[in-house]
């Protein structure tokens, strides 16, 4: 088989489940970065990830574990593992096992949301996830009250698709799809794009309901919006909306192996003042229902994508590409397709139309845009 364009390990942040999904004492299976794992939420509430296969004789903790106070207890022997993957407990013994370990995967829980720390070279997390409520300036008034939950009712997954990460993050440099996937009548216009150590952002502003006299989101008429797109590594990406409502939503790749991943994207709308439901409004299902068909019309094109590299752009758009691509080289390890050595050795080959580091002038101010 021909060797991936891009590996499908890269090293970061990435869902696993939504919160809500894992319940105080519950095991839950998982399958990612072609590993078994167990997912599971001790009696103090805090949720671990770990290698789904007991250090003692190998039981998947998977098929029978239980969870003991702030331990997943092992069906086969009952020996007892703590979050850190210590034994805690061999019931049969006065003292535990303390040479062995079962892996453990760093976990972050936040936004509804449950992410590991994933790394081939097992260096512990070098950047946070940040806070969908909090990550942009402005929002000190912010908080996820401001806002209606996002499970379930924004909560959208596709299992199983072949597609990578790194499609979802390239949309914040792709201003052209736009106008085809999300039908806007017009292409963004971008106004800010920044890359730090381990995020990218991506600002834009577009119209709204433009061409049409009302839509679910603008039943006055078109609106200017604009858009705030930054991701964090190439496994998570948030967004903020400000115009006909200020939805948060985040949409993240978890790979399951090196041919298939999941996706999924979580919507928070905008409360309406007074309303103290916890979810949203009968009233409110078409707009969340407008959000999921722009996320699935994305998809639609993820999942039978092909990774082009070098990829044939225009001029307008080479530049975005050229160092969005740059940057994400850093989440690839030495080794792995896609990271700084596997690409000069592929520039070698690929010639003079590679990415490279040379500037290309771009006016981001070249374009306006639509979708209702
Ligand atoms: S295999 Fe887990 S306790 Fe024996
Ligand atoms: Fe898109």
């Known amino acids: 088989m021909a060797k991936p364009a891009l590996s499908m390990k890269p090293t970061g942040w990435f869902q696993v489940l939504w919160s809500a999904e894992l319940e105080v004492g519950e095991v839950k299976r998982l399958h990612y970065f072609g590993q078994e794992m167990v997912a599971w939420r001790d009696e103090d509430g805090e949720a671990h990830v770990m290698s789904a296969y007991c250090e003692h004789l190998g039981a998947h903790l998977g098929y029978g574990g239980t969870v003991k106070g702030l331990n997943i207890q092992c069906p086969f022997h009952g020996w007892e593992w703590n979050g850190k993957g210590r034994n805690t407990c061999i019931p049969y013994q006065e003292k535990p096992n303390r040479t062995r370990k079962i892996p453990v995967f760093p976990v972050t829980e936040l936004n509804e949301s449950i992410y590991i720390w994933h790394d081939l070279l097992e260096r512990e997390p070098y950047f946070p996830v940040p806070d969908v409520f909090s990550m942009w300036e402005g929002d000190d008034d912010v908080s996820p009250s401001d806002y209606y939950r996002a499970y379930p009712e924004g909560a959208l997954i596709r299992e199983k698709l072949a597609l990578h990460p790194q499609f979802v993050a390239e949309n914040g440099v792709d201003y052209a799809h736009f106008k085809y996937v999300h039908r806007a009548e017009d292409i963004p216009r971008f106004t800010r794009r920044e890359f730090d150590e381990y995020s990218f952002r991506s600002d834009f502003e577009m119209w709204f309901g433009k061409g049409k006299e009302s839509t679910v989101m603008t039943p006055n008429g078109a609106m200017l919006g604009t858009v705030s797109a930054i991701s964090c590594g190439i496994g998570v990406g948030f967004s903020k909306f400000s115009g006909p409502d200020n939805m948060r939503t985040f949409v993240a790749v978890t790979p399951i192996d090196d041919e298939v991943a999941d ?39 993820w999942e039978h994508q092909r990774y082009t590299t070098p990829p044939g752009l225009a001029t307008a758009e080479a530049q975005g590409f050229r160092d969005y691509r740059k940057w994400a080289m850093k989440f690839y390890p030495p080794g792995e397709p896609g990271s700084a050595e596997s690409e000069q050795d592929a520039g070698r080959e690929a010639g003079p139309n590679h990415v490279s580091d040379e500037p290309q002038a771009i006016d981001l101010n070249k374009v306006s845009a639509v979708r209702d």
Do not use: H, K, S, Y
Not at 274 to 279: F, K, S, T
Not at 285 to 299: C, E, G, I, S, W
């Open 263 to 301: 996706i999924r994207c979580t919507t928070w709308l905008d409360r309406i003042p007074g309303d103290d439901a916890p979810g949203i409004p009968e009233t409110m299902t078409r707009r969340m229902r407008l959000a999921d068909n722009q996320f699935l019309a994305d998809v639609a094109i």
